[in-house]
């Protein structure tokens, strides 16, 4: 006896969802597709999702001072935290002293103290001015045996306030010529007019 085939009718697709993935910042994602679990056909492809591309969030640095390092800013990305610019170091800047000022007048018995200032951050140091000789000759700020033009312009500038002119009087005891144990105005007046030849000053410096 024989028996005739029959039709069977094809079975529905059985879905089944293939994971997708997110993009990250240097890499491709993919959508979710469908595939048949049965027979293993596409039947949502997957697409490609670009990747998104770091986000840049800056590093704040921060300044050299006169005695500590510094560092750059950088920059790194703020979803995955990826370094994309390395903060550098900035060498301390070191003091930036001024050209110092007598604080404590030096004297025949006693020695002085000269105060110098960072012109950036205040602090300050001190040297000690050696004694003055009490052989000194009046007048002669610069100490080079002789009272001239030379030392007239040295202690006008000094009192003026000029840059570097306090080191350039290597002899506050000469320069205080009325020997008040002040160097001031009166002391440039003083030797201005024995130099210009004006009648008894020359006794301020015998």
């Known amino acids: 006896m024989l028996i005739a085939q029959k039709t069977i009718e094809e079975l529905p697709h059985t879905v ?41 969030e800056t590093i704040t640095g921060k300044p050299a001072t006169c005695t500590e390092d510094g560092l750059t800013d950088g920059t790194k990305c703020s979803i995955c935290g990826e370094l994309l610019a390395a903060q550098e170091e900035i060498a301390a800047l070191g003091h930036s002293w001024d050209a110092g000022k007598v604080t ?6 006693a020695t002085g103290v000269r105060t110098y200032t960072c012109k950036r951050c205040g602090t300050t140091k001190t040297e000690t001015i050696p004694k003055l000789d009490a052989t000194v000759l009046i007048g002669d700020v610069n100490q080079d045996g002789e009272v001239n033009a030379t030392d007239r312009m040295i202690l006008s500038r000094y009192l003026a306030g000029w840059e570097g002119y306090g080191t350039k009087i290597k002899s506050m005891d000469a320069a205080d010529i009325d020997r008040n144990s002040k160097v001031e105005a009166k002391d440039r007046m003083i030797l201005a007019r024995y130099l210009a030849g004006w009648t008894g000053y020359d006794t301020y410096f015998k």
């Not at 979710?32 to 490609?48: F, N, R, Y």
């Not at 404590?104 to 018995?109: G, L, M, Q, R, S």
């Open 16 to 56: 089944e969802k293939v994971e997708g993935k997110p993009a990250t910042c240097t890499e491709h994602g993919l959508t979710d597709g469908v595939k048949c679990s049965v027979c293993g056909e596409i039947l949502v492809e997957q697409e490609i999702i670009q990747a998104t591309g770091h986000t840049k």
């Open 104 to 109: 404590k007048e030096p004297t025949a018995t």
